[in-house]
């Protein structure tokens, strides 16, 4: 967890850092001009204090980070392989119990259907979450598309069954 956190914190540094900067440039042009700045104002001085407070905590996770970096990565594979066996068995009892036949009734058909999408969704927020996580390591991404069909077709039966 504190991995996942530092590594989100990472990738959106970048944007931060140049908001901070423009902040400070804004607050220099204010300053010029005299404006009066209201009394609930942050001074920029405390801003700053807080930015520097703020890149000395993610420099240290980093730190630690970066020193466990070749287990994350193992892990990361590792869970990657775990999903691909996990939408592989879905597929699998999707297949088995789809409702196709016309002997099923309607409520049965989509009980099955919303069971099997809870399933879907669920293995999908945590590919995505992977996906992110090995993208903000520059790491090779599987196929990301591996449950498009699945969702298709339980679309399609929805639509028939509803």
Not at 13 to 25: C, G, P, S
Not at 85 to 93: D, M, Q, S, W
Not at 144 to 149: G, K, Q
Request: proline share 4%; net charge negative.
């Amino acid at each position: 967890p504190m991995c996942m956190a530092v590594l989100k914190v990472k990738v959106h540094h970048e944007d931060w850092t140049r908001q901070f900067e423009n902040l400070q440039k804004c607050n220099k042009l204010l300053d010029r001009q005299r404006y009066q700045f209201p009394e609930d104002w942050f001074p920029i001085e405390q801003v700053e204090g807080e930015w520097q407070a703020f890149e000395q905590v993610l420099d240290r996770r980093s730190r630690v980070l970066d020193a466990e970096m070749a287990k994350l990565k193992s892990l990361l594979t590792q869970r990657e392989k775990q999903m691909d066996e996990n939408v592989t068995v879905l597929y699998a009892e999707w297949s088995a119990e789809k409702p196709v036949a016309g002997s099923i009734k309607p409520a049965a058909a989509m009980d099955t259907i919303r069971a099997f999408d809870a399933r879907l969704e669920k293995i999908r927020g945590e590919m995505e979450q992977l996906i992110q996580v090995k993208k903000s390591l520059s790491m090779e991404v599987g196929n990301v598309e591996a449950l498009a069909p699945l969702q298709e077709e339980m679309g399609n039966l929805k639509g028939v069954w509803s």
